[in-house]
């Protein structure tokens, strides 16, 4: 029996709401991505209640006819200039209640909100080879960009058994390496005033980032929206770090950026890690990253791994990451619905 489903006002969702809503996501994320760390409650909760970054919450629910939650749909409506033609799509249908039209049926709410909004383009998320993709490809989407997941481990205990490890300190003598003309400075939430301009300049580098075929646009970053999207990571209770490369003349060359979920040890995830042209070719990608580890060993030790994504074009990014001892972990696909055709 398929289910009845509707649209739900995430400003008003409750806790026990949203427990509903993270039994669901639970249930399917272990089906469907074993061994990722699934959110807690709360997290979920802070993710459909606070603000999002550049972007405003469509959310809907299917509910079977006793009444319990089933399956569960976030659309992400971009809203900043150069994104407005762009939706994402997050949906979850328990396993014990799939193939029976519920993924279908909360889709096609999705589909319709996209086009009452006048969105060209939906964007979602699958495990490589997992439901998601069936369904994408039977649904009209098409793929438009791989990525390769990878995890550093950096616990002792694990370096101890002797399983497979970076090697610390060669991460810290890159991480102590000198860079004439450059110097690192880090910080923890919001850029300090004096650097904001420099870092949103950096930040529109991230632009020309390989992005497959996802028609994803172009984000001009200025003081406040570099501000705006510190604040959105506190305000649900996560901790961003940032370090930075500064050169000589005042430019900022390069940043990278982790965050720490709230209260979930021990996966600290990797945000941007971005050279800005002028100064690439110098190494400064790798030095960054590695002063981030060493930063996050000596600062936040509960966090033990990073997992970072890259696309599996980013020759540049990924020959980085396994320099630093990254190692493969898992796959998704982002699919396209192109809604500007009908
Ligand atoms: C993808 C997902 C939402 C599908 O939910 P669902 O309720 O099973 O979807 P439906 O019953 O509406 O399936 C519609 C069609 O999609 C295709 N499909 C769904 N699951 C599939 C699978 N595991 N393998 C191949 N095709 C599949 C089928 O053509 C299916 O029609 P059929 O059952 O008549 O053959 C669900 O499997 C899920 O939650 N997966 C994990 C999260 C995820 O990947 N979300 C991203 C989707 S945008």
């Known amino acids: 029996m398929t289910a009845h489903v509707q649209l739900t006002q995430p400003d008003r969702i409750s806790t ?23 959110p807690g409650p709360e997290e979920v909760h802070a993710r459909l209640t606070e603000p999002a970054l550049g972007s405003r919450r469509l959310t809907w629910t299917a509910t079977s006819g006793d ?46 909100a996209c086009r009452d909004e006048n969105r060209r383009s939906l964007v979602a998320t699958t495990a490589a080879e997992g439901a998601g993709e069936g369904f994408c490809l039977r649904s009209g989407f098409k793929q438009a960009l ?24 060669a991460v810290h003598r890159i991480a102590g390496a000198a860079h004439p003309g450059y110097r690192l400075t880090g910080w923890t939430g919001t850029v300090p005033d004096g650097l904001a301009a420099a870092f949103a300049t950096a930040k529109s580098a991230m632009n020309d980032m390989p992005m497959g075929d996802v028609d994803f646009g172009r984000v001009e970053w200025d ?4 501000r705006t999207m510190a604040g959105v990571v506190a305000d649900r209770g996560d901790t961003l ?34 050279v800005v042209p002028g100064h690439r070719g110098h190494g400064l990608g790798l030095w960054l ?12 030790p509960a966090f033990t791994e990073i997992e970072t994504d890259n696309a599996e074009d980013n ?28």
């Open 315 to 342: 020759v540049h990014m990924l020959a980085v990451n396994r320099a630093l001892g990254f190692r493969s972990y898992r796959r998704t696909r982002e699919f396209q619905l192109d809604l500007s055709a009908s």
């Open 67 to 112: 009444g319990s939650v089933i399956g569960v749909a976030v659309l992400r409506l971009f809203t900043w200039p150069g994104q407005d033609h762009l939706a994402e799509l997050d949906l979850h249908v328990d396993p014990a209640h799939r193939r029976a039209g519920n993924g279908s049926l909360l889709l096609s709410a999705a589909v319709a």
């Open 223 to 226: 003081e406040d929206r570099v």
């Open 146 to 169: 791989s990525l390769d997941h990878l995890i550093l481990p950096l616990s002792g205990a694990e370096r101890a058994e002797g399983a497979e490890g970076p090697d610390l300190e």
């Open 16 to 38: 026990a709401e949203s427990s509903a809503w993270h039994r669901v996501v639970a249930a399917s994320m272990a089906h469907d991505l074993p061994g990722v760390p699934v």
């Open 289 to 300: 990253k590695a002063a981030m580890v060493c930063r996050l060993l000596a600062e936040h």
């Open 241 to 274: 770090l940032t370090i930075a490369a500064l050169h000589e003349d005042g430019d900022m060359a390069g940043y990278t950026e982790i965050v720490l979920p709230q209260g979930r040890p021990p996966r600290a995830q990797q945000y941007d890690t971005a």
